[in-house]
């Protein structure tokens, strides 16, 4: 499966327990599409969220943020890794 990083903008303030439960939601949802989500990040200044995740296809990945709730703003395959 390929590697996938995306990013949402706009949730300005987003605390630790926030990203948790968004995090915990993509986790829920993941299966439904062959996506899993590895890690989140987030800057509470800026709002900007990044998720890495393994998946199919980048239509998988927003799928399953669109689920939770959270759809993403960008999705980005990560083709090269070290």
Do not use: Y
Not at 16 to 30: G, I, K, M, S, V
Not at 33 to 44: I, L, N, S, T, Y
């Amino acid at each position: 499966m390929a590697k996938f990083m995306d990013v949402h903008h706009g949730m300005v303030g987003i605390t630790a327990e926030q990203l948790r439960a968004a995090h915990q939601a993509d986790l829920a949802n993941e299966g439904a599409e062959g996506v899993h989500f590895e890690q989140a990040w987030a800057d509470p200044s800026t709002g900007d969220v990044w998720c890495l995740s393994e998946a199919p296809s980048k239509e998988a990945v927003q799928k399953v943020h669109q689920a939770s709730g959270h759809p993403a703003d960008e999705v980005h395959a990560v083709p090269l890794t070290v």
